[in-house]
């Protein structure tokens, strides 16, 4: 696609009054996947601020359970989200950040760049329908700034630390629906527990042409 324009599509605050369940610029939000307790979503519009809670023993292999929060969204786009998850302890791969997913059947094909509970900073990816999932660690260790694009058949994935550069690296070769849902989410890999997880400075960008 040439000539490309990123422009704001979307306002924090924004309510959707034929969405299902709107939370703040997104549409609905549900658990993926047989998790045993039930999560959340809200959007706080003083703070600007949107919290998730959420169960699920994992989003590895071949299924995923979580808490997502999304909005459908085609062709081209860019998200980027401030994730913090709440509290010490926890299980160290308990983990919150960015999704896109072709539905929210448990082995969807996606891509999600999240930070772990133990700082673990990473790319996860699955590209078939029922397919397992493949992982990119990427340098930077709790990194404080999470962007994901969208770009044709790419995804250009950059992550910083406050204050300090993008580290960025493209990945290619994804054959993905032109719809895809595309939000926060949260997963506490113990699907006994349930972890919490705040999002501040969360935009959505849409790329039109010139």
Aim: with cysteine; hydrophobic share 40%; glycine share 10%.
């Amino acid at each position: 696609m040439k000539n490309l324009v990123l422009i704001i599509a979307f306002l924090l605050g924004a309510t959707f009054t034929h969405a299902q369940n709107p939370v703040g610029i997104f549409e609905n939000h549900a658990d993926i996947g047989k998790v045993l307790h039930k999560g959340t979503a809200t959007f706080d519009n003083s703070l600007q601020t949107y919290k998730l809670s959420g169960s699920g023993e994992n989003i590895w292999f071949k299924k995923d359970e979580l808490h997502f929060l999304w909005r459908k969204l085609k062709g081209d786009f860019l998200m980027t989200t401030q994730p913090s998850l709440e509290g010490k302890g926890g299980n160290a791969h308990r983990k919150s950040g960015l999704m896109f997913r072709t539905s929210i059947d448990t082995s969807a094909a996606m891509v999600c760049l999240t930070v772990h509970g133990d700082g673990l900073t990473c790319f996860q990816y699955r590209k078939q329908n029922g397919g397992n999932i493949e992982e990119i660690k990427l340098p930077i260790v709790n990194a404080d700034i999470l962007q994901l694009e969208r770009r044709g058949r790419s995804y250009i994935v950059s992550v910083a630390k406050l204050g300090n550069p993008f580290w960025t690296v493209e990945v290619p070769d994804f054959d993905f629906p032109e719809d895809l849902l595309v939000g926060l989410f949260v997963c506490s890999h113990d699907k006994n527990a349930v972890e919490q997880a705040s999002f501040i400075n969360t935009r959505l960008f849409t790329a039109i042409g010139k």
